[in-house]
C-alpha cells in the first residue's frame, strides 16, 4: 500500500467500524423506547366503554324522562338538556383529575374525609329535603347529593389507611377496627338523612377491600355477620323499611300500594322480551313507573331494547370492573399499594352499586335509590363516577410510563455529566467504567464498540512506514468533530458522538504510543 493511499484506507476502516457501533446503538435505543412508544399512555378501552355508557344514558334518559318533564316543566327535553350539561361537567371534572398525579391523592385523603363528613354535616344542617329524604346542598342553580362524594372521598381515606397501618390490619384488631369506627361515624350521618342504599354500598365496598388487603378470616368473618345483623335491626326499626322489605318478597298482594312501583317495574321488564319493543316505545315511562329516569332506567332500558339491551349494559359495566381489578392487581404488583387498594375499591364500588340498582329494579333485592353507574340521571352521581374512572386512567397511565420517566431523568444527568467532562483529561486516560448505575454518558457504546473489530495501532496511524502530512489535520478534524459531537444533548445525536469521542481516544493513544 502507497504512502498516499494509507490515509484513505485509515478513513475508511474508521468509517466502518463507526457505522457498526451506531448500528448497534441504535439497536439498544430501540429496545429501550420503541416497545413503550408503540404502547398508548392510556387506556383507550376504558375510555370508550365510560362513553358507551354515557351515551346509552343520554339516549334512555332522553326516553324516559320525557312524559314527566312534558307535564312538569313544558318542555319534553328538560331533563335531557340537564342531562347533557352533567355530561359535560363530568367530562371536564374527569379531565381535570387526570392530570393530577396519584401523589396528591396519596397525601390528601385525610383532608378529603374531612371534607366528606363536612359535606355530610352540612346537609343535615342547611340540606334541602325532597320526599322525606335530607341529602341535597343548594348551592344557588347547583344541587350536590353529599353522599356521592363521601363515598370517593372515604374510600381514598381507606385505601391510604390501608397503605399507612397495613401490618397492624394485618395483625392485631386494633388495625382492623380504627377504619370501621370511622366508617360508623358516615354511615350515622346517612342514616340520619336517611340513606340506608350509600350505607349498604360502602360497607360492602370496605369489607371487600379488607378482605383484599389480607384481613384475618375471622376477623372477616365476624364483620359480615355483625354488618348483616345492623342492617337487618335497621329494616326491623323502621316502619317505610319494613314495608318496603315486604312488598318485595310480595309485591303482588298490593300493587296498587306498597307494591305499585316495583310491579310496574316487573311489567316494563316482562314487556322487553328479547329484543324490546324499541326506542320511545316503552308504555311504563307514561307516568306508570315513578322515577323512571333515574332509580328505575334500567326498567325503560329494558322495555325498550329488552333483553339484548340489559346484556350490553351489563357487558360493559363487567368489563369496567374486571379491568379497575387487574389495574389494582398491576399497582400491587409494581409496589404501588394505594394506587392498588384504590383500584379495587372503584372495581367493587361500581359492581355493588350496579347490582342493587338492577337488582331492585327487578325485583331481586328491595327497593333502594341508587344510580345506575354513568347511566342513570343525576349530576353528582355522574361527575363522581366519572372522577372515578379518570382515577382508573391516571393509575394506568402511572404504571405504563413509570419506566420510561425514569429512563428519561437519567438521560438528563447522564448528558450533564458529558457536559462537565474535561476532553484533555479524557484524552489522557482510558474511559473508566464505573459501577453506580448512572454510569458514563458513553458506557454502553463502549461496551459494543469493545465488540466490535478491534483498530490496531499501525493500522489508524503508523509513523515509521505509512505517515503522511495529510493525518495531522485529519486527527484535529476528527477530534474537533467529536467535541462537537459530544457537547450536543439531543438525543438523536447522543449514540453518534459517543462513537466518535471514543475513536479520537484511541487514535490519540495511538498515536501516543
Known amino acids: 500500500m502507497t504512502t498516499a493511499n494509507a490515509p484513505q484506507a485509515n ?38 366503554v365510560a362513553l358507551a355508557l354515557m351515551t346509552i344514558g343520554i339516549i334512555i334518559v332522553t326516553s324516559a324522562s320525557m312524559p314527566v318533564a312534558e307535564r312538569i316543566h313544558d318542555n319534553p327535553f328538560y331533563f335531557a338538556i340537564r342531562h347533557g350539561i352533567y355530561i359535560v361537567g363530568a367530562i371536564i371534572a374527569a379531565m381535570v383529575v387526570l392530570e393530577l398525579p396519584m401523589q396528591f391523592w396519596r397525601t390528601a385523603n385525610p383532608y378529603l374525609l374531612l371534607a366528606a363528613i363536612g359535606l355530610l354535616v352540612a346537609v343535615l344542617l342547611v340540606g334541602r329535603t325532597v320526599n322525606g329524604s335530607t341529602r341535597w346542598l343548594a348551592l344557588g342553580p347547583i344541587t350536590i347529593q353529599a353522599a356521592e362524594p363521601a363515598k370517593l372521598f372515604f374510600f381514598t381515606y381507606l385505601a391510604g389507611y390501608l397503605v399507612r397501618r397495613y401490618e397492624e390490619v394485618t395483625e392485631n384488631l386494633k388495625g382492623f377496627i380504627k377504619p370501621l369506627v370511622v366508617f360508623f361515624a358516615l354511615a350515622m350521618l346517612l342514616l ?37 345483623l345492623a342492617v337487618v335491626a335497621l329494616i326491623v326499626f323502621e316502619e317505610y323499611r319494613m314495608k318496603r322489605v315486604t312488598s318485595f318478597l ?16 316487573l311489567m ?49 359495566i363487567l368489563w369496567m370492573v374486571v379491568r379497575a381489578l387487574q389495574i389494582g392487581n398491576k399497582a400491587l404488583l409494581k409496589s404501588r399499594p394505594f394506587e ?7 372495581g367493587i364500588w361500581f359492581s355493588f352499586q350496579t347490582a342493587v340498582n338492577i337488582g331492585a329494579s327487578a325485583g331481586i333485592l328491595p327497593t333502594k335509590g341508587l344510580t345506575l353507574p354513568l ?30 420517566q425514569a429512563l428519561g431523568r437519567g438521560d438528563n444527568k447522564r448528558t450533564s455529566k458529558a457536559k462537565a467532562k474535561p476532553s484533555a483529561k479524557s484524552a489522557a486516560k482510558p474511559p473508566v467504567r464505573t459501577k453506580h448505575t448512572n454510569a458514563e454518558p458513553f458506557a454502553d457504546a463502549e461496551a459494543d464498540y469493545n465488540q466490535a473489530p478491534d483498530l490496531k495501532a499501525s493500522d489508524v496511524n503508523a509513523p515509521d512506514t505509512h505517515e503522511s502530512s495529510e493525518d495531522a489535520p485529519v486527527a484535529k478534524t476528527k477530534d474537533a468533530g467529536s467535541k462537537k459531537a459530544s457537547n450536543t444533548v439531543s438525543p438523536e445525536d447522543e449514540g453518534k458522538a459517543g462513537i466518535k469521542a471514543i475513536l479520537a481516544r484511541v487514535s490519540k493513544e495511538a498515536s501516543s504510543e
Open 268 to 316: 316494563a321488564y316482562g314487556r322487553g322480551n328479547w329484543f324490546g319493543q324499541g326506542l320511545g316505545n316503552s308504555l311504563q315511562k307514561l307516568e306508570f313507573l315513578p322515577e323512571a329516569h333515574t332509580d328505575f332506567v334500567m326498567a325503560i332500558l329494558a322495555e325498550e331494547l329488552g333483553f339484548v339491551g340489559v346484556l350490553a349494559v351489563l357487558g360493559l
Open 375 to 404: 347511566v342513570s340521571y343525576g349530576g353528582s352521581s355522574l361527575i363522581v363516577m366519572s372522577v372515578a374512572v379518570a382515577l382508573l386512567l391516571r393509575i394506568d397511565f402511572e404504571l405504563r410510563v413509570d419506566g420510561v
Open 250 to 265: 310480595d309485591p303482588w298482594a298490593d300493587p296498587f300500594g306498597a307494591g305499585y312501583q316495583l310491579t310496574q317495574s
Open 192 to 228: 340520619l338523612q336517611p340513606d340506608l342504599g350509600t350505607v349498604v354500598v360502602m360497607f360492602a365496598t370496605t369489607i371487600g377491600l379488607l378482605f383484599l388487603a389480607g384481613a384475618r378470616l375471622w376477623q372477616f368473618f365476624a364483620l359480615v355477620f355483625a354488618g348483616v
Open 340 to 346: 392498588g387498594y384504590l383500584a379495587y375499591s372503584v
Open 11 to 48: 478513513r475508511a476502516l474508521k468509517t466502518k467500524d463507526t457505522s457498526q457501533a451506531d448500528t448497534k446503538l441504535s439497536a439498544l435505543f430501540a429496545a429501550r423506547h420503541d416497545e413503550q412508544n408503540l404502547q398508548s399512555p392510556y387506556d383507550i378501552g376504558l375510555i370508550i
